[in-house]
């Protein structure tokens, strides 16, 4: 079982944003003309269902059997992979991978992030692009310590309580999902954690790798990055 196991239900609630950076990933991918994409943690399909809609040849890789089962029910025709973004091997090559909504950081240190460029490296061809939103730690600490948000479903069934701090190498969410049902009330407790990677380290680690930075930006809008402000640090690099 993974952690996301136990958010299934309640993740779409949480992300609700996402079809508003849509756009600007299509953007990008028609830009550098890739058109043959893999996500990498592609969770329970916010950004690969839509991205299908909008005519890309698009697979996800997800290492939640829960996550991937909601996905496919509501996208029966997907091609999904069970797997993990540190060992994957499909055994072919994409236009581009997706690392989005931070799913790199919830590998456990910077050498697990190195294992995942390295097999995303084995997966592209020459010029390939890594699409990689990270979080800026820095920004989002500083902005939402020690914080707690909620969120439900219409009919009020599902209630999720999401609570956000550092603790130790890592920046936490608590999240308290609640669900009401034929056999009552429950309560799930999951904790998720994002490791707090050094953004230096990280781009010196991705170059070393065998790619180039290309662009920066601040978000999934197309905003210019700035350190002390961006919320989220979005790099697109290419092979070598």
Request: some cysteine; charged content about 25%; overall charge negative.
């Amino acid at each position: 079982m993974t952690v996301y196991d136990d958010v299934n239900e309640a993740y779409d609630l949480v992300y609700t944003d996402v079809d508003t950076k849509i756009p600007f990933v299509l953007k990008v991918l028609e830009q550098y003309q890739k058109k043959d994409v893999l996500e990498l943690g592609s969770g329970s399909g916010l950004f690969t269902i839509p991205l299908k809609k909008k005519g890309l040849n698009i697979e996800g890789v997800e290492i939640s059997q829960e996550m991937l089962n909601l996905t496919l029910k509501k996208a029966p025709d997907l091609t999904l992979h069970l797997g993990d973004m540190r060992t994957y091997d499909l055994g072919k090559q994409f236009d581009a991978v997706l690392i989005l909504s931070a799913t790199l950081t919830l590998l456990q240190n910077q050498q697990e992030m190195v294992q995942c460029l390295q097999q995303t490296y084995k997966h592209l061809p020459a010029k390939g692009l890594l699409f990689l939103e990270l979080p800026n730690h820095a920004v989002e600490i500083q902005q939402s310590e020690q914080t707690q948000e909620v969120y439900q479903n219409e009919d009020s069934s599902i209630v999720v309580v999401v609570q956000s701090f550092k603790v130790e190498q890592y920046w936490r969410e608590n999240w308290h999902v609640f669900k009401s049902g034929r056999d009552g009330f429950q309560q799930n407790k999951v904790s998720c954690d994002e490791f707090l990677y050094d953004p230096e380290k990280l781009e010196h680690q991705i170059q070393a790798t065998g790619f180039e930075i290309v662009e920066r930006y601040g978000d999934l809008f197309g905003t210019p990055f700035d350190e002390a402000s961006s919320w989220r640090r979005v790099l697109i690099c290419r092979k070598l």
